[in-house]
């Protein structure tokens, strides 16, 4: 196990000298520490530093500075070994599985090593192990390079499509059109309202949609609520009860808590995964890294611990979430965003006044610039009392499109939900904001 492939690693060097339009991609695609052999590796080494795979070069190279010397008879070997060119996306998941195979077994080594010391405790053991795999990337090496993706990149595209993209919506029909339909993986959606504007309710609600639409897995970093808080709203709206109520029912009707236990295991067991308890960006990437979701939330943003410094402004956590989802953007191509935040105190005021769809997210909602869709919601007491000649009826609940890369911007939608579950109808009516006109200027005597 883990021992090399000479020939595919000769092979892959000759497959450079051979034909210097495909060194470029496979240097890209590789490291000289994926090689074994001396020969080899030295080999890559000279022609990922020279740029260049001119056979005379190469060996003059080599003589330079030390470390192995290149015969004439070696670059032969290296050009013999090489006898199908489109074999080469092969030879490289070869030598890479190999590598792999070796960085694995290193590391259980020192595992062994670790937990024969009776004088460290098993947690800090364990602390250690995490460390040394998470510095390692093992599951970024051992998912690149198996088909490279230089070579087959368009046949590769192609076959992801056809098996089918999950595609993220809100839930909300009238408000999913207007970014043509959803989000694809690599895009961000970002929700902002103030406290009590179902926020939560509506995330869960698109997260219900998003695992019925495409049964693809979802990770919930929920920095608000506690995860069996989230449980009990999802209990609540399966069975079209209360969340408290969904609480309660262990104790007054163990029957049909079992019952409802059992259809939310089925439906969210392997698919919805809540972590209620990981507050720094690290910790969330070391959870993506494992266990490599279709859908990533979070809820909410500026309750993120900073590293290293803690109580950390607002302004601070959304620059650093920006900076962090820009990065895992790309390192996480497959995997679709959707960003919850509370608004400032100020912000509130300003939405009570009628100033909405600004987009104003507690410490001035930076993460706006890397958007793809915006969403603000507004509770408007007022509209729901001039419905009714009653003032015992649940609020509007207003969302207003306030950035859309793949659509218009600045619409407004009521949203259709109901109040006790606390859970959406999945339809919405587009109506406009109602403004006091105002001079633009005042004069002054």
Known sequence: MGMPNIDAEYAIIGACLIDNSLSANIIKDMSPSEFCDPKARRAFELISSLNTCDMLV?????????????????????????????????????????????????????????????????????????????DASLYRAGTEGRLSKYFDSDEAEMRKWAKGVPIYKVGIEELDACYQGGLLPGQICYII????????????????????????????????MMGEEIKDRLM???????????????????????KLK??????????????????TFPEMRKVIVAERPSLVAIDFITAVEVEQKKDSPDYLKLSRAEECLRRWKTEF???????????SETSKLLQGKGDVGLGRGRGGGSLTNIAHVG???????????????????????????????????GKYFRLFYHGPTMTFTGHGERVNPVREKKPMFNLSL
């Not at 092969?90 to 792999?100: F, N, P």
């Not at 191509?333 to 608004?343: E, G, H, Y």
């Open 58 to 134: 190469l060996i003059n190279e080599s003589a330079k500075n030390g470390g192995v010397k290149l015969e004439q008879r070696d670059v032969a070997s290296f050009i013999d070994a090489c006898k199908h060119m489109p074999n080469v996306p092969h030879y490289i998941s070869i030598v890479k599985e190999a590598a792999l195979r070796r960085m694995i077994a290193s590391i259980g080594s020192k595992l062994v090593n670790m937990s024969s010391d009776a004088s460290v405790p098993v947690a800090e053991i364990l602390d250690r192990a995490r460390a040394v795999i998470d």
């Open 193 to 224: 309202g103030p406290q009590g504007s179902m926020k939560t309710a509506l995330l869960l609600h698109s997260i219900r949609d998003y695992i019925a639409r495409n049964g693809r897995k979802v990770v919930f970093f929920s920095l608000d």
């Open 236 to 258: 609540a709206a399966k069975a079209m009860i209360t969340p408290q109520r969904a609480r309660m029912l262990y104790l007054e009707d163990r029957q049909t808590y079992e």
């Open 262 to 279: 059992a259809e939310i295991k089925d439906e969210y067991e392997y698919l919805l995964k809540i972590y209620d308890n990981t507050r």
């Open 333 to 343: 191509p497959d995997v679709t965003w959707v960003i919850l935040n509370q608004m």
């Open 375 to 409: 969403i603000e919601l507004f509770v408007d007491q007022a509209a729901a009392r001039e419905d009714s000649f009653s003032n015992n009826v649940q609020p509007w609940l207003i969302a207003t499109i306030f950035k859309n890369r793949l659509g218009g911007a």
